[in-house]
């Protein structure tokens, strides 16, 4: 089983900026894609971004197109969320979350918690 542990979360204004990591620890690591999801208070959790581990290509939420950007660091078998131009309606816990085989996403991580101040 995979382990993924978040961190990077905070407390922003609107307009900043936060970087979340999401390190990935457990048996040989391997996987067809990594994800950030989010869920704010009261609502459903939603995709924010996407990256295909064979070939790097993302897709984004639409969001938060333009605004946020999913990378890795293969050897370190982490993936960041660079998130700018931050908005109070960013504001929710983010997952992390591992797709194997290109199905399900069968691995999540605790979860991050990023306020953005008005």
């Known amino acids: 089983q995979v382990q993924l542990v978040e961190s990077g979360g905070g407390l922003v204004q609107t307009g900043g900026s936060l970087r979340l990591s999401c390190a990935a620890s457990?048996?040989?690591?391997?996987?067809?894609?990594m994800g950030w999801f989010r869920q704010a208070p009261g609502k459903g959790r939603e995709f924010v971004a996407l990256?295909?581990?064979?070939?790097?290509?993302?897709t984004y939420a639409g969001s938060v197109k333009g605004r946020f950007t999913i990378s890795r660091d293969n050897a370190a078998n982490t993936v960041y969320l660079q998130m700018n131009s931050l908005k109070p309606e960013d504001t929710a816990v983010y997952y992390c979350?591992?797709?194997?085989?290109?199905?399900?996403?069968?691995?999540w991580g605790q979860g991050t918690q990023v306020t953005v101040s008005s």
């Open positions: 990256l295909t581990w064979i070939d790097g290509s993302t």
């Open positions: 457990g048996r040989t690591f391997t996987t067809y894609a």
């Open positions: 979350a591992s797709n194997p085989r290109g199905g399900s996403w069968d691995d």
